[in-house]
């Protein structure tokens, strides 16, 4: 069963940085197109950004600019580099398949505070 672990989350400042880290098991992960989602209190959850297996990226229009989708296949890793943060990103985020077809993992948190 496919097994997917987020990390990279915390507690930054407006205008900061993180780079999250999405760690999957049990897939054939370089034929996979891999999609960042978050889910913030209260909210539904929503899709953040999405990467081809071909490395063909899109972003959510509100993360246009800031945020970096990537993928290193060999590693069955994808990113998503956050830059110039802002309190309306705060949410869990979570990888998944562009699909969102697999389990979901546990998420890794992000705080704006302002």
């Known amino acids: 069963q496919v097994q997917l672990v987020e990390s990279g989350g915390g507690l930054v400042q407006a205008g900061g940085s993180l780079n999250l880290s999405c760690v999957a098991s049990?897939?054939?992960?370089?034929?996979?197109?891999i999609a960042w989602y978050r889910q913030a209190p209260g909210k539904q959850r929503e899709w953040v950004a999405a990467i081809t297996s071909r490395g063909a990226t899109n972003y959510l229009d509100a993360v246009k600019g800031r945020f970096i989708i990537s993928r290193n296949n060999a590693k069955n890793t994808a990113f998503l580099q956050m830059n110039n943060l802002k309190p309306d990103d705060t949410a869990v985020y979570y990888c998944?398949?562009?699909?969102?077809?697999?389990?979901w993992g546990q998420g890794t948190q992000v705080t704006v505070s302002s």
């Open positions: 049990a897939i054939t992960f370089s034929m996979n197109g």
């Open positions: 998944n398949a562009d699909s969102a077809l697999w389990p």
